[in-house]
Every structure is written in C-alpha cells, then in structure tokens.
C-alpha cells in the first residue's frame, strides 16, 4: 500500500511563501491530494494534481509533482495567519482515488 | 449543502458500554467512509460504503460495527471498546465509488471518543 512520508513543522512569517514537501511510495498513485485541517475541523481539500501532470496553480496554492523522485510539494504564497493549519499530503494507494495520508505538516504562522 | 454532520461530538464511554456515532450527508453522495485519527497522527480508513454496500473493511475488530440505512446515513456501532480506541472518528463522504472527478471526500468535524 502506499506509505506517505512529510516533515512535521513549518514556521514562517506572514507574507512570506511556504513550501511543504511530501514524499510518496506508491508509484501507481493516480491522484495525488493535499488536504487541511484547522484546529477542531475535519479535513479539507485544498487541491489536487493528477499523475500525469507536473505542476498545478490554484490561486495562491502551487503544487509540483516529481514523479521520479516520488516527491510532492504545496506551495502557499504570501501567507497568512488563516493559513495556519495542519496539511496533510495523499495518495491514492494501488490507482484508488481512496486517500492514504501522510502525518501531517502543523504550518505556524507568525505575524 | 456541503456539510457532513457527525453526532456526538465528544462521547465519553466504559469498556462495557454500547453506544453509537452518527454521520450524515445531504449532497446525494453514494460513498460513505469511516476514519480513525489517533493524536498527532494520521486519518487512518476503517470501512468504506459504496452504494449502501459494505465495500472496505481495513481489517478493524469486530468490536467496531459499521451500519448504512440509507444513502445519507452512516453509523458505527460501539461495544466492548478498549481505551486505545480513544481517537477522534472522522465520517466522509465522496460522489460515488470513483470518487467523482477530482477524487475528493468532504469531511465531517469528527467524534472525539474517549473510552475509561
């Protein structure tokens, strides 16, 4: 199955950009997600990326995909104390669309 | 109405009690899940429902029952729990077995389950 690896804290300043890095096992992973949970909430999708593509912008949200290194990345530009939150990378293990989640990156926000 | 309601939010229970948690979509949404999520850890999947048909069952005891009456209603019925089943309990629901187009599962607040 797939095993989702990511590093556990990220402190940055407001304004500045964040970049939170995933890892994935799981080459057959068709849909690859990054998801967010405020404190008390459930989970959120945030965006998603296809397997076949290489970058995807949503606004101030970046994600790039390297498929060889099996490496994913959520970049947050100009961020904000509301970006303060726990975001979890995922993959779809064996081409499901069902997500397995990596551990969770906590974002701290300092004004 | 993008909302899935989970009921209660906190439950407190014994080893010998039976209780049950509720969740609930109005989306028109044909898969329902269960997740686990321990402290500083990740949702771990339990059961999915497709259609109102069990369809994944992550290999959980059988102290853990879940139960879909209907294509808006999930329940997971609760007996004979042991303390490190304390966790929060996290009920999603995504369109259809696919998953729709972007393979997305909205999330309920979740049950915080503490058991003594």
């Known amino acids: 199955g797939e095993d989702v690896e990511q590093s556990l804290f990220l402190s940055v300043r407001e304004g500045d950009s964040s970049v939170i890095n995933c890892t994935y096992t799981d080459s057959s992973s068709t849909y690859l997600y990054w998801y967010k949970q405020e404190p008390g909430a459930g989970l959120q999708l945030l965006t998603y990326i296809f397997s076949n593509m290489d970058m995807k912008q949503d606004q101030r949200l970046t994600v790039l995909l390297n498929k060889k290194d099996k490496h994913l990345s959520l970049r947050i530009a100009d961020t904000q104390t509301g970006d303060s939150a726990i975001y979890f990378c995922a993959g779809g293990s064996g081409g499901s669309y069902i997500p397995t989640f990596g551990r969770g990156t906590s974002l701290i926000v300092h004004p | 109405d993008t909302e899935v309601t989970q009921t209660p939010k906190h439950l407190v229970m014994g080893m010998t009690n039976k209780k049950s948690l509720k969740c609930e979509q109005h989306?028109?949404?044909?898969?329902m899940y269960w997740y686990k999520q321990k402290a500083k850890k990740p949702p771990e999947l339990m059961f999915v429902y497709s259609y109102e048909k069990l369809s994944i069952n992550e290999s959980v005891p059988s102290r853990f029952s879940p139960e879909c009456p209907n294509s808006s209603l999930l329940n997971l019925h609760l007996h004979a729990l042991q303390p490190e089943d304390s966790a929060l309990y996290l009920c999603a629901s995504s369109q259809g077995r696919g998953g729709g187009v972007t393979g997305e599962l909205f999330f309920g607040e979740g049950s915080r389950l503490t058991v003594l």
């Open positions: 989306m028109g949404h044909r898969a």
